[in-house]
């Protein structure tokens, strides 16, 4: 597997814009930094995570992750390309003979469907067993990425609660026992409050800052990048599954060709001239 740039590059450049907006709008990094908003969105995110899912699903994420920043390429006429030449070799000398060509399979999908197609002579059973590990492959796809969507959910909640949380904290502190026991007029500064004020509703949506930010630059779109990677792995098994129907069926392997080539884009068919 290769590395994906893209996400590594659509995140750092995510970061680099944010920041080219917050200084070119006279404003200072170091004001958008703070470590107690942080974990508030974070840890809150992470807690609420885990109140809708169990430990286990969690601490599965890191393979998640790790398939975020991996690159894989599905060739599809690469894996039509092989079930046309096992299609050629079934059609000659029968599926049993595809038995020793098992071993020269890379695909575990692929190998484990003409086992089943060597093994079970009702089609309609051999679908089912196939349908079947399709959909037990979306199933696991599709829970690393409702993680994420709903981590995308939660953040800009609790980015909202931390700044509630803060403008509750600053209120009090503005206009608390402070007033009632200094009344002294030397020594309640106004100017010197509302500059605090300011100053404390600026640390307050901080938290909203970060929720907005993790939720739309981080979880949002890594669940739909694992979207995006499921569909196409499942492409290749439907093709795959239809390869597999075909030779059990004893189709020609120009049909065979022909039918699984429906799958890929017009495009990217190879010109027939």
Do not use: C
Not at 53 to 76: C, D
Not at 140 to 146: F, K
Not at 147 to 176: R, V
Request: glycine content about 10%; charged content about 20%.
């Amino acid at each position: 597997m290769k590395i994906d740039l893209s996400t590594a590059v659509g995140l750092v450049a995510g970061i680099i814009i944010i920041s080219i907006g917050i200084v070119g709008n006279s404003g200072e990094l170091y004001w958008f930094v703070n470590g107690i908003s942080l974990l508030v969105v974070l840890g809150g995110t992470l807690s609420a995570t885990l109140v809708n899912y169990s430990m286990k699903s969690l601490l599965g994420l890191y393979p998640v992750l790790k398939n975020v920043f991996t690159h894989e390429s599905y060739e599809y006429q690469s894996v039509i390309e092989e079930i046309v030449k096992k299609a050629k070799i079934a059609r000659k000398s029968g599926v049993v003979s595809l038995e020793k060509e098992l071993n020269t399979i890379d695909d575990n999908f692929l190998r484990n469907g003409i086992e089943l197609a060597i093994n079970e002579r009702d089609s309609k059973r051999l679908r089912t067993f196939l349908a079947l590990e399709i959909d037990n492959i979306e199933r696991r796809h599709a829970s690393g990425q409702e993680i994420f969507f709903y981590m995308g959910a939660y953040a800009p909640a609790f980015g909202m609660l931390g700044t509630i949380m803060g403008l509750i904290i600053m209120m009090e502190n503005f206009g608390g026992a402070q007033i009632g026991t200094q009344i002294d007029a030397i020594n309640f500064n106004i100017a010197e409050k509302f500059a605090g004020l300011l100053q404390g509703m600026g640390l307050a949506l901080i938290t909203t800052f970060y929720g907005v930010l993790l939720s739309n630059l981080v979880f949002l779109p890594i669940g739909g990048k694992l979207k995006r990677k499921s569909q196409d792995e499942i492409m290749v098994r439907n093709i795959i599954v239809e390869g597999i129907m075909s030779i059990h069926a004893k189709e020609h392997p120009i049909l065979i060709h022909e039918k699984l080539m429906t799958f890929v884009q017009e495009s990217k068919r190879p010109n027939k001239d």
